[in-house]
């Protein structure tokens, strides 16, 4: 139990010492099949969410006399149990400070009774194995959601440390991580091995900050946020916004125009055995993670391997990602589902590589919006895109939408299936317009699939690269007889509606037209050829794939 919780997290929340649990031990596999109850846990999670919702705490909501939180918070009710202390704050505006007497440890159950507040107590996340279940409820007020601050290196221009700190490296960022947070303590609904919940109630402009392992994510637990709506904000570092492994994770917001903003494994991200989820229900809202480009304004902070330097290794958005180890232990872990489902807003999404509706080995990963206009942009690995027996998608209910507009787009966007994998792009209508990489707006690779439709609308399609827009290709050399000949790669492009505008790089892209058809391959090899279905049609009609 020791080694798990203190080890568990370190795949997607790295330990300052670099340590991990040993995935090719016999016992750490056995462990993570077969020794954790996850009936038991998720069922537990329920129980504490149905006796939240029962409990009907709203009704003893309190008005504040003052709207300040300047003094520390008043308990007016204080136990200690063997899960953590239980206690109950007054009506009033105040700080909840770990420094201050009676406040400090573990906490099982806080409620605060109104009030615009500010906690910088880590109620709402699990502090020790021992501390399985910690709830926090605020009834009211616009209240501020933190920790305490210890300054370090590497903060500038990031958000501040904690005590856990910040990784030292002396190598640049093309070869290393920079300084990542080091923080181990999960907030605002941060679970690790057990149940925590934070729960906002009535709708007030709310400001969440944490660094990992936060706001809605579990870790071999069930983590939840819940916020009754209001113009909020969430900050993190990583792990958080919705992430999970060996678990579930869960941010719900009921409305507002809400800024997310994170680096990395956020925001519907799934690693393996694991239901990470952002359910947002209405506003004009903003996922934004960091695209690491310097020339962007990027911060290259999370290292990734596509573009070194210049990118961050973004997984989430609707993404999940697995362990792939072929090359070192063949511990293999397969991808949990990343889903983020946005209902009703004109909202804009912002990501580096692996990010919007995509998977990496076996996982499965969907962004789903239902309405409002919005604009979505990555690099690679981006709208739609999956790479190593993975699955993607993402669903466009309606509106004027923008892909691709705003920054650098590298490779693999826009549905693109790389390598066994198999991903959708679907926008229902509107004015849609789509700036594509190479391998891109319904394209397959290397035995993947790329599915592209669009249902309605008078678009613009303009491709970076003659590998899009309904095509195929594998585009590497392999031998005859090899198995990689007898499976085919698949892009599939369809346009359904309205007139459309086909170009290349700004100018006519031949072959592509409104209400044309075409095939395209990409290898002269007339073996391989033949298992290049590249395919797109441009017509009035119905294509039969719908987004709802």
């Known amino acids: 139990r020791d080694d798990l919780w203190s080890y568990g997290p370190a795949w997607i929340a790295p330990r300052a ?43 003893f909501a309190q008005v504040p006399t003052s709207s300040v939180a300047t003094s520390t918070a008043t308990l007016v009710f204080s136990a200690e149990t063997p899960l953590g202390r239980v206690a109950i704050g007054d009506g009033d505006s ?35 194995a021992d501390n399985s279940a910690s709830v926090l409820v605020d009834l009211g007020g616009d209240d501020v959601y933190g920790y305490v601050v210890t300054p370090a290196a590497g903060d500038q221009g990031r958000l501040p440390s904690d005590a856990g700190g910040r990784y030292r490296t002396i190598r640049p960022p093309d070869l290393d991580n920079g300084p990542i947070s080091l923080s181990q303590v999960p907030r605002q609904g941060g679970a ?103 020339d962007v304004g990027g911060d290259p902070l999370y290292f990734n391997a596509q573009r070194p330097g210049r990118a961050n290794s973004t997984l989430g958005q609707g993404f999940a990602f697995g362990r792939r180890a072929d090359t070192t232990d063949r511990a293999f872990m397969s991808g949990g ?36 206009d919005d604009t979505y942009d990555g690099l690679w690995y981006a709208m739609a895109a999956g790479a ?22 590298v490779n693999v966007t826009v549905g693109g299936g790389h ?26 690779n290397l035995n993947g699939v790329g599915v592209f439709v669009d249902n309605a609308g008078d678009d613009l399609y303009d491709a970076r690269n003659v590998y899009g827009i309904g095509a195929a290709g594998i585009l590497e050399s ?40 075409w095939v395209a391959g990409q290898n002269a090899d007339p073996e391989i050829n033949t298992i290049e279905w590249g395919a797109g049609v441009d017509g009035e009609g119905e294509s039969s794939l719908h987004a709802r």
């Open 17 to 59: 010492d670099g340590r991990a649990l040993n995935a090719a031990s016999d016992s750490v596999r056995e462990l993570l099949n077969d020794g954790i109850g996850y009936g038991e846990l998720y069922g537990a999670g329920v129980d504490v969410l149905e006796a939240l919702a029962q409990a009907d705490l709203s009704r």
């Open 94 to 128: 105040g700080v909840y400070d770990p420094r201050a007497p009676g406040m400090d440890g573990a906490w099982a159950v806080l409620i605060d009774l109104g009030g615009n507040d500010e906690y910088r107590v880590p109620a709402g996340g699990n502090q020790s």
């Open 192 to 294: 690790r091995m057990g149940v925590a919940v934070l729960y906002d109630i009535g709708g007030g402009r709310d400001h969440y900050q944490s660094l990992r392992l936060s706001q809605g994510t579990g870790v071999v637990g069930v983590g939840v946020l819940l916020d009754e709506g209001g113009d909020d904000q969430y900050f993190a570092e990583a792990a958080s916004q919705g992430a999970a492994a060996f678990g579930i994770g869960l941010l719900y917001d009921a409305g507002g125009s809400d800024v997310r903003h994170a680096y990395t494994m956020s925001q519907g991200f799934a690693f393996a055995r694991a239901a990470g989820v952002v359910y947002d229900l209405t506003g004009d809202d903003q996922y934004l993670m960091d695209p690491g480009d310097p």
């Open 337 to 372: 589902v990343g889903l983020l489902v946005d209902a009703d807003g004109n909202d804009r999404y912002e990501g580096s590589v692996f990010t919007q509706g995509g998977g990496y080995w076996f996982g499965t990963g969907v962004l789903a919006d239902h309405a409002g």
């Open 388 to 409: 190593h027996y993975a699955m993607g998608a993402l669903l466009e209910g309606g509106g004027d939408d923008v892909y691709g507009g705003a920054l650098p787009r």
């Open 419 to 444: 390598d066994y994998s198999a991903v959708f792009l679907v926008d229902e209508a509107g004015n849609d317009t789509y700036a594509g990489a190479r391998i891109t707006i319904g394209a397959g």
């Open 478 to 517: 392999f031998e005859p007889g090899s198995p990689r000949r007898k499976v085919q790669t698949i892009g599939l492009f369809i346009d359904a509606a309205g007139h459309d505008t086909y170009t290349l790089n700004g100018a006519a892209f031949e072959g592509r037209g409104d209400d044309l058809s």
